[in-house]
């Protein structure tokens, strides 16, 4: 029996093993795709770094860089801006996630992205990514299991957009981002730190600061969900979860069947 320890895991996601620090691997071991052999190959992807102040955009929208970049630290943002210039952030990239593999096929970015606190990333060449794909097809099939994840993620984001309350609202989007952290070791079983500021929560949730606060308020009252600067802390995942009917299916952590010929 192996010695090596685990990262706490929730009844719907696997254990991890906590041997492994790089969230791109424990990301797209979730496939089931992968095999051990594959795992050297994703770890030269994550050099050369590249560190992002907070506020600062990585690509702009109608952008077709030479580079597609890769999340190793921190929280990124996908966003649009209407012209009278409020904001619309509609997706969070996280250490592990892949910001713009789409431009490899789509050629222009059709949303910016944003570094929410400051970050670190990877910038690996398109031409690597399209050799890459044709060379390994099981890395191939776990970038495609990702790229269809964030597909499940974003109509997720739009049904609790579009029919949740405000307080479900946010312990929606507490319930995944806390999930999403543990998966690459970034949280404990029942805290995370979550580097927004209100009025990006605000920005992704369609609500003021000050309906933010007065939820986030509620929440305490209620012993769902205390914050302490951007430490969310929360004191029964499972009462969160079903105070808001958070069914985390759409995140398929559970690694799926591994296609033929891989």
Known sequence: MSDTPTLPAPADAAPIMVS?????????????????????VLRDLCTPIRRIPADQDVVREGDSGADVHLVLDGV???YKLLPEGRRQIIGLLLPGDFCDLQSVILGEMDHSIAALAPSTIAEVPQRIVDALTLSHSRIARALWWATLVDESVLREWLVNM?????????AHLVCELL?????VGRAEERACEIPLTQTELGDI???????????LQDLRGRGLLTV???RFEVPDVAALRA????DPAYLHLRPARRLEGG
Request: proline share 5%.
């Open 162 to 170: 579009g029919q949740r309350p405000a307080d479900r609202r946010v």
């Open 179 to 183: 999930l999403r952290f543990q998966v």
């Open 228 to 230: 302490r600067g951007r």
């Open 205 to 215: 949730l369609g609500l003021t600061n000050v309906h933010i606060n007065r939820v």
């Open 243 to 246: 105070f808001c009917g958070f």
């Open 20 to 40: 492994e620090s790089n969230p791109l691997i424990l990301k797209l071991r979730r496939s089931g795709q992968l095999r051990e052999e594959d795992e050297p």
């Open 76 to 78: 990124l943002a996908r």
